[in-house]
């Protein structure tokens, strides 16, 4: 099992972040200063209410925003002011989202779905017929590639998007609410799906949501309050699964 890389570099270095929309009295200052820090191989849950602050701190992370002040640094590159194709660039290669909505494409074959950010990415055939094969077998599915989105569950949908997310090899999965549309025994299978990506390939992962039985599988809780970080602990009383759609073990 991989650990965090404590002793590297982080992959994710945050200073002093500000996101402001809007000009004059009608601004809302959505970020205040957020400092953080998240090593390689990491599973962290960001946690709070809405309007917290959350989502556009995952969204400045992600790529899909831009800070108004503060520096962004993305495994040891100071991302804060690239432009949009760079950036646009720099997700497609390193970043992976799993949203609240699932968003499969309803035509396609859940393989086909999978399948489909590598054949953007033009990766070669044979090899995005490779990582179709294992993304899905880590999720689970790999029985039912061929079903089409509307044969399956909503718990196997989002199983389905993770496989999408993570079969291009990213080093930062982001997920936003992931088991917001589920019932709790999906959610529990999708959050222990995490888990074992997290250990089994090391990768980076950033959970955020409202929920404290969410966050209790992470590593490390960061709680977000009207902008700011008030909190930032490790989880004492984790959650652990024993396999990707096992039974969670408290």
Known sequence: MQTPEHGASPLI?????????GQGEAAVQALRGVDLDVQRGEMIAL?????SGKSTLMHILGLLDRPS????????RDVSRIGSHEAAELRGRRIAF????????????????????????????PERRKRVSESLARVGLEQIERRMPNQVSGGQAQRVAIARAVAPGPDLLLADEPTGA????AGREVLG????????????????????FVARHAQRLIEIEDGRVV?????????????????PTP
């Open 47 to 51: 946690m709070g209410p809405s309007g």
């Open 13 to 21: 270095e945050v200073r002093k972040l500000e996101r402001r929309y």
């Open 182 to 185: 589920l019932d709790r025994s």
């Open 98 to 125: 799993v949203f609240q909505g699932i968003h499969l494409i309803p035509r396609l074959t859940l393989a086909k779905n999978v399948e489909l950010p590598m054949l953007y990415a033009r990766m070669p055939a």
């Open 231 to 247: 909190s930032d602990r490790p989880v004492e009383d984790r959650l652990l699964a024993t396999r990707a759609c096992g039974e």
């Open 69 to 76: 002040a503060g520096s962004y640094r993305l495994g040891g």
């Open 193 to 212: 799906i995490f888990q074992e990506l997290n250990q089994a390939l090391g990768l980076t992962v950033a959970v955020v949501t409202h929920d404290p």
